[in-house]
């Protein structure tokens, strides 16, 4: 099992352009989480999903956008990138209790 | 509302010199809490459960226990490859799998 894959490691936009990470999972898990961690501090969610079809907002949706058409996928789409977005975003999955976290993607907004 | 607190911020041990973790929380109805490891450039990896008052868990030199109101995670006799990031996490009251996650402790072990 590869777990939680994540792509790219790394990125840099422009402020304004687009971009979509994307987020594997093969355990079958039905959970799915987008977090983002800004330098020092927690993770905090973005959006999350139950399974596919259906997803939701978290604490800090502004600015992202999600979709789930299969219990494997849940890429995180930015649109019109901003400095605020300069993060690392992490995407987890779950069956059931603790999640299990992909390595990562670090972007940065210039 | 949910709140996770965790302290201290960031710890400087000895190598060999125990010490605690701090991670308090005002959830109503808590339905387990969950500590992960964080090293740099990486994604948190979990390490413990705990479900109700007085449950420990241990693994290596690591032993989280559990209260009404807090969980500590010991670290007894550290090693330099003990430094990292620990995070604790509670599910949210009303949403099933969703986890409320405190700020953590950076723990930097010296030889």
């Known amino acids: 099992n590869a777990g939680v894959t994540q792509t790219p490691k790394f990125r840099i936009l422009k402020i304004g352009q687009s971009m979509t990470l994307q987020c594997t999972q093969d355990?079958?898990?039905?959970?799915m989480y987008w977090y983002r961690q800004d330098p020092g501090m927690g993770l905090k969610l973005i959006y999350y999903s139950v399974g596919a079809g259906i997803t939701d907002k978290g604490e800090v949706p502004n600015g992202y956008n999600v979709s789930r058409s299969t219990t494997e996928d849940f890429p995180l789409r930015l649109e019109l990138a901003a400095p605020s977005q300069t993060s690392v975003y992490f995407c987890a999955s779950t069956a059931v209790g603790e999640q299990y976290f992909g390595p990562g993607t670090r972007l940065t907004v210039t | 509302e949910d709140q996770v607190t965790q302290s201290p911020e960031a710890l400087r041990l000895q190598e060999g010199e125990s010490s605690s973790l701090n991670c308090s929380y005002t959830?109503?109805?808590?339905?387990?809490l969950f500590w992960y490891r964080q090293d740099p450039g990486k994604g948190p990896e979990f390490l413990f459960t705990?479900?109700?008052a007085g449950e420990e868990k241990e693994k290596e030199r690591l032993k989280a226990t559990l209260t009404k109101k807090e969980s500590f995670l010991h670290i007894t006799a550290p090693k330099p490859e003990d430094s990292a990031t620990y995070l604790c996490a509670v599910p949210f009251q009303a949403a099933g799998n969703k986890l409320t996650f405190g700020g953590g402790t950076r723990v930097l072990v010296k030889p």
């Open positions: 705990l479900y109700s």
């Open positions: 959830v109503s109805g808590l339905r387990g």
């Open positions: 355990m079958n898990h039905n959970y």
